[in-house]
């Protein structure tokens, strides 16, 4: 397939994952027909960039039965509460900021910077967060980013000192219209966020379940840089962040905005992505049998705690479990139900594996000896809040990198 960034032809196949469902495509019956696609992960010897073959149709993924809300993560609102205060102290945020947020999803970036009397629009295609946003009453333009909506928000005056997109980047499959679009919204020394899943950690921690339909590409800081660069931006600075199993931190000028230095860990991130070979095809080789290796270890985990008739049940209807469980072949019988908080997921069957979803009244009802959590970047925070089940000695167990039980 040609690459979504540089274009040129890209033959390097290192990662297939079989046959699934989009990962947000929960059911309301059991019955209910659905679509499969290929799983297929690409690295470009271009540019860099490591992305999925498409074969699903954006609007077929976010549509207006979109299930995830970050709002429902107390570490993620922490996390953004934390994001504010450096973006103040780093003076990229005062009181006559307009802040423009890209998938804003529920509004709870933007909760916190109204609290603050900061001015944001966010920008939202699906209608299920959209409207908990307005609900709100936060400002939401309810479309798919890019640039055409950019350009006629420009003809409206719209202009961004701060442009936020956090955990977006990945979602976007036409990758240059999408950063054009940011090109044009951003003022002249405006600066731009963005957070993404770095690539390097997928690789290294084997987190093959992160890789679905809905993340068309999974950047490094090389292949970003690559992108930007194309659009005459400039990433400035980068950082580590530990959230969804560890991610980047990337702040974007224009390029002709000199008044922003280079910073020495943007360079030192650069360097460690080259030592460890993320611009190499040698270290994408053996990636399907290290995931080979994690399917055959959960497997084996199932049939014993099945022989000595363990209860089991999972925790967290993230994306992530949706990739695992159909590539394990996972289904009903192996784990019957999982539990989540989120009200628009519960009673609904999970995509594939057809697992249903439960509240967590359920798992106490049932007291099961196994809890998996899906969502093991969340793991802290969940054992906490199910530090009742160690009344009845329930085991935890998270199967990435590899299977922990404790
Ligand atoms: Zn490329």
Known sequence: MNCRSCGNFSKYSFLDLGHSPP????????????KVYPLKIFFCE??????THDFASRRE???????????FSKT?????KKFVRILENKLFLNKNSFVVEIASNDGTLQDI?????????????TDSTAKVAEAKGLS???KFFGKNLAISLKKKNFKADLIVANNVLAHVPKINDFISGLKILLKSKGIITIEFQHLMNIIKKNQFDTIYHEHYSYLSLNSAKNI??????????AEKLSTHGGSLRIFIKHSSDLSKKISKRFKQILKEEKTFGLDRIDVYRNFQTKVENVRKDFLNFLNESKKNKKKLCAYGA??????????LGIKSTHIPFIIDKNPFKIGKYLPGSKIIVKDEKFLIKNKPDYILIVPWNLKNEIIKQLSYTKKWKAKFITAIPNIKIF
């Open 113 to 125: 910077l109204s609290k603050k009397n900061y001015k944001s629009l966010g920008i939202e295609p």
């Open 76 to 80: 993620w609102i922490n996390h953004l």
């Open 23 to 34: 990962s947000n495509a929960f059911l309301k019956k059991k019955k209910d027909m659905e």
């Open 46 to 51: 271009y540019c860099y960039l490591v992305q």
């Open 61 to 71: 993924l976010f549509n207006n039965d979109y299930v995830y809300f970050s709002g």
């Open 318 to 327: 993230a994306a992530k479990g949706n990739t695992f469980f159909n590539f």
């Open 228 to 237: 930007f660069l194309k659009h005459d931006l400039e990433i400035f600075d």
């Open 140 to 142: 939401v333009i309810k």
